[in-house]
């Protein structure tokens, strides 16, 4: 996965906590994403990253926050959990807007929002 | 305008068929147009791309055809085998707000018999 890591795998939460999602990478990649991937829905663009501490919204940023203070972490966090936040989360990384600018993939964090 | 329409749903082939997954777009705006090949349990990893002004690209089994003008394009995978399936997503990149950003199809869940 190219040296992205996400934490934590799985977790199952209640309505209404806070939850933080953490995306790690030793690519020193400029651009972080994070997606939520949901049945029928594909792939949705939550927030992104251009640089540390820039950061910027995507189409369902609703009720998400993120922060970038180091290159290579990119936090996801679910201000006050809801059911419909019931999915799961990848994080993605790329490089240069210049060049292909492929997207690499985490291996993903499923959450259950009870 | 930014959606990217991917048909079908889901394709059952049987081992060495030819599998078609078609995705239709609006935007011209949109100027790289990757495929991506996801397993269960696993983040979605690039499988091919192309440029908007070539019609064709082909690496071994797997072929993206470009439509410019009607404004589509397609994956085919030839002798299609049962490792092959998985869930395909088609994707466009759009330069906007400083980056670039990627509209994902909703996914085709491919199964290949053997």
């Known amino acids: 996965d190219a040296g992205i890591t996400q934490s934590p795998r799985h977790k199952v939460t209640e309505t209404g906590t806070p939850v933080t999602l953490r995306c790690h990478q030793t690519e020193n990649h400029r651009y972080m994403y994070w997606y939520r991937q949901d049945p029928g829905h594909g792939l949705r663009l939550i927030h992104y990253s251009y640089g540390v501490k820039d950061t910027d919204k995507g189409e369902v940023s609703d009720g998400y926050s993120v922060s970038r203070s180091k290159t290579e972490d990119f936090l996801l966090t679910l201000e006050s959990a809801t059911s419909s936040q019931t999915s799961v989360y990848f994080c993605?990384?790329?490089?240069?807007?210049?060049?292909?600018?492929?997207?690499?993939f985490g291996p993903g964090t499923r959450l259950t929002v009870l | 305008q930014q959606q990217v329409k991917q048909s079908p749903q889901s394709l059952i082939v049987q081992k060495g068929g030819i599998s078609i997954i078609n995705c239709a777009y609006e935007?011209?705006?949109?100027?790289?147009f990757p495929w991506y090949q996801q397993f269960p349990g696993k983040g979605p990893a690039l499988l091919i791309a192309i440029r908007p002004d070539v019609s064709e690209k082909k690496e071994g089994r797997f072929t993206i055809s470009f439509n410019k003008s009607a404004k589509q394009f397609s994956l085919h995978i030839m002798d299609s085998q049962p490792g092959d399936s998985a869930t395909y997503f088609c994707?466009?990149?759009?330069?906007?707000?400083?980056?670039?950003?990627?509209?994902f199809g909703t996914g085709t869940r491919l199964k290949v018999l053997a």
């Open positions: 935007n011209t705006a949109f100027d790289y």
């Open positions: 993605a990384i790329s490089e240069s807007v210049l060049a292909v600018n492929e997207q690499f």
């Open positions: 994707a466009a990149r759009l330069y906007t707000s400083g980056t670039y950003k990627y509209i």
